[in-house]
């Protein structure tokens, strides 16, 4: 849709539009018309597992096809929707209002929402009452410079009523036509989305997800896109029937990577007395292309402004990490995160970022690269698909990255790059970033392949707490904590986003009952790549409990996982942590001379198989002193299905032991 699409509209041929299909194989007929609500409808309702759905969607139907227009502009295609829904609670009631996207370059190269219907359905006294969209309930929103929201709201919504919504978006970004979703996280009874395709284009097809796409494929003839000139187009239909609710899981990248799903990129044109134009069949070509492109490859070459500014930069330094985070700091210190993720350059130069002081992933990375190669630092541009975008497919689509950073490699260690984030030491990733691989480019020998970008440093919390307990059963002591990794990466981000440690305390307080806190102290906070550090005085009330001569004690305290997050008996898709972790929590108790341990809960050493996770409990006591140790593994930051349930289990099993109690006993 972005900037390819708009260059690619110079090259179009001046050949028109007219659609005579002819299908080839038989389909079941159905008729979806708009206003058409059959009594039927309206006793529609979820049952088994979706029964508490607080909606239907009793069809969604979409069509994809082409236009030329006669302007002489080239071809545009047309995107029609038609989606009707079943109210059955006001859970369901936002449905109704209801959001189309548009995105635009500029004036010549936009997207227009063509026509737009919509009504609410209410059976009352046996007759069906239609509720017509108001003009006074249209509104636009000027999203940022590239999109604009059209937004729709229904009246005379209840429970029971019947919506739905028709309209239709033509779009010159023909690069990647808009694709199709079948499930939601509403029931769906029929999903249909029907594409037809001039034959002078040839477009990738990406289908993904957990659930069956049925596809039928028919081929049209005397698509007489121009008069006078014969051609053809294929129409290809793709259905999903009695989709379930998709329920949100934990520990998943995006629940998009695991619907039912199906997206189009341009890979070449076929015109009438033209050569075949292959504009991304491969990754040769993908990677020509960034090598060529303005907001890439010449703009990573662009060298004026790191000519002016590395002397300062370097000084004399030598040694190549040091240049490499020298430049590193430069880059973050000067150009802040828009927030926005992006493989191309908003500018055409990094000057011009540099002066803006402000850009995107790819304006600070890209610079970053420029001023590297000056340095004579050899680094390559990485392609990236951030977790919220899903997983790559893995063969050469260039719309499905939506991300870029750098690695580098020294001797035998690899290095990534990523300059968004002021906390990123040198050889880190936005955990944004971690989808497990990327796609790493040399411009220079027009190469390319993937590279894991899974971490290779640990990322640990420990919890170290030296405590007393008074006989008036309340707690005081110290609590340190040390981080490393991605966990330290995320305390910095807690950190720096409050305006002091006394917010920053009340923060940390807030979920921990009877904790107070004295002398908080942070140590190592822009040291990025040492330990980072945290030490309090604590006194901790009502988290011992007295019954007669019984004094129990859950050791934990505040730290313990008091959930099992894996609910489900089964589960398709994978557990993606994002990165292994461990999680040590260390308690020295000294107790009062007139207490005796009681009970002593057993402790336990789970591991899973092949060493992929594990999780150890032990209790000693020695004197007047109780020492707890509770230490949790994730080896891997990936969990197919099939692991899925000892995954489960021992996460069940941290649960139930963590929350033992230990029981003194008072001497009379």
């Given amino acids: 849709m972005q900037k390819i699409a708009l260059k690619f509209l110079t090259l179009v041929l001046c050949i028109g539009v007219s659609t005579i299909y002819a299908q080839t194989t038989p389909t079941v007929k159905r008729e979806f018309k708009f206003g058409k609500i059959s009594p039927a409808e309206f006793e529609t309702k979820a049952t088994g ?10 069809f969604d139907v979409g069509d994809c096809y082409f236009e030329y227009s006669p302007t002489g502009s080239g071809f545009n295609y047309v995107y029609e929707r038609h989606i009707r829904y079943k109210i059955l609670n006001k859970s369901g009631y936002d449905l109704a209002n209801y959001h189309v996207r548009l ?9 227009d929402l063509n ?14 009452v239609v509720s017509k969209l108001n003009k006074d309930a249209k509104f636009t929103e000027e999203l940022d410079k590239n999109y604009l929201i059209k937004k729709f709201a229904l009246p005379n919504v209840k429970e029971g009523s019947i919506i739905e919504f028709k309209y239709k978006i033509k779009s010159d970004f023909i690069f990647t036509l808009r694709g199709w979703k079948f499930q939601s996280d509403i029931p769906t009874l029929w999903s249909e989305y029907n594409v037809k395709i001039p034959e002078y284009f040839n477009y990738k097809h990406n289908t993904s997800g957990y659930y069956k796409i049925s596809h039928t494929l028919h081929q049209s003839i005397n698509a007489n ?11 290809d239909k793709y259905v999903v029937e009695n989709a379930p609710a998709l329920k949100d899981e934990p520990f ?3 629940m998009d990577d695991y619907i039912p799903k199906i997206a189009f990129e341009l890979r070449g044109t076929n015109f009438p007395q033209d ?3 292959d504009y991304n069949g491969s990754w040769d070509k993908i990677i020509t292309g960034l090598n060529e492109d303005e907001n890439f490859g010449f703009f990573i070459n662009k060298n004026s402004y790191a000519k002016s500014v590395l002397p300062g930069i370097l000084k004399t330094e030598k040694d190549t990490l040091a240049i490499i985070n020298s430049i590193f700091t430069y880059v973050k210190n000067n150009i802040k995160w828009n927030k926005e993720h992006s493989v191309y350059t908003s500018q055409l130069s990094p000057k011009s970022v540099f002066e803006k002081k402000t850009g995107s992933s790819a304006d600070i990375n890209l610079s970053l690269l420029s001023l590297l190669k000056e340095a004579k630092i050899t680094a390559y541009p990485v392609l990236i698909s951030t977790r919220d975008n899903g997983e790559h497919p893995g063969y050469p689509v260039i719309s499905s990255f939506n991300n870029v950073v750098l690695v580098t490699q020294i001797d035998s260690t690899v290095y990534f790059l990523d300059a968004i984030n002021k906390d990123l030491p040198v050889g880190m990733l936005s955990d944004e970033n971690l989808n497990h691989q990327g796609f790493y480019v040399n411009l220079k020998k027009l190469t390319g392949n993937w590279i894991s970008t899974e971490p290779t440093s640990l990322n640990e919390k420990v919890y170290a707490y030296s405590l007393n307990l008074d006989k008036e059963n309340k707690l005081s002591g110290q609590i340190n904590q040390y981080s490393k990794g991605y966990v330290a990466l995320s305390l910095r981000e807690k950190y720096r986003s409050t305006n002091n440690d006394s917010e920053f305390v009340k923060n940390f307080k807030k979920d921990k009952t009877g904790l107070e806190v004295k002398n908080y102290k942070i140590q190592n906070l822009d040291d990025l790549g040492g330990l980072l550090t945290e030490s309090m005085d604590v006194a901790i009330e009502d988290n011992v409990e007295e019954a007669g001569n019984l004094i129990y004690f859950t050791p934990l305290l505040f730290e313990r996982t008091k959930e099992n997050l894996f609910k489900h008996e089964e589960r398709k898709f994978p557990v993606d942590f994002a990165f292994p972790f461990k999680e040590t929590y260390r308690i020295t108790l000294n107790f009062p001379e007139e207490y005796e341990v009681d009970k002593l809960p057993k402790g336990g050493n789970y591991k899973l198989p092949d060493e992929k996770g594990s999780f150890l409990i032990t209790y000693l006591t020695e004197g007047k002193t109780l020492m707890v140790r509770s230490i949790i593994t994730v080896n891997k930051s990936l969990y197919t299905s099939d692991e899925y349930f000892d995954l489960k289990e021992l996460f069940k099993t941290i649960v139930e032991k963590q929350a033992e109690q230990i029981v003194f006993k008072r001497k009379s």
């Fill in 103 to 111: 995105y635009r370059q500029s004036s010549q190269a936009k997207e």
């Fill in 225 to 235: 896109y121009v008069a006078g000139l014969p051609s053809s187009a294929t129409y």
């Fill in 115 to 128: 026509y737009m219907d919509a009504a609410t359905y209410n059976m009352v006294d046996g007759k069906m």
């Fill in 275 to 277: 050569v075949y134009r």
């Fill in 252 to 254: 998943v990248t995006t």
């Fill in 49 to 58: 597992r979706d029964s508490s759905a607080s909606a239907i969607k009793l």
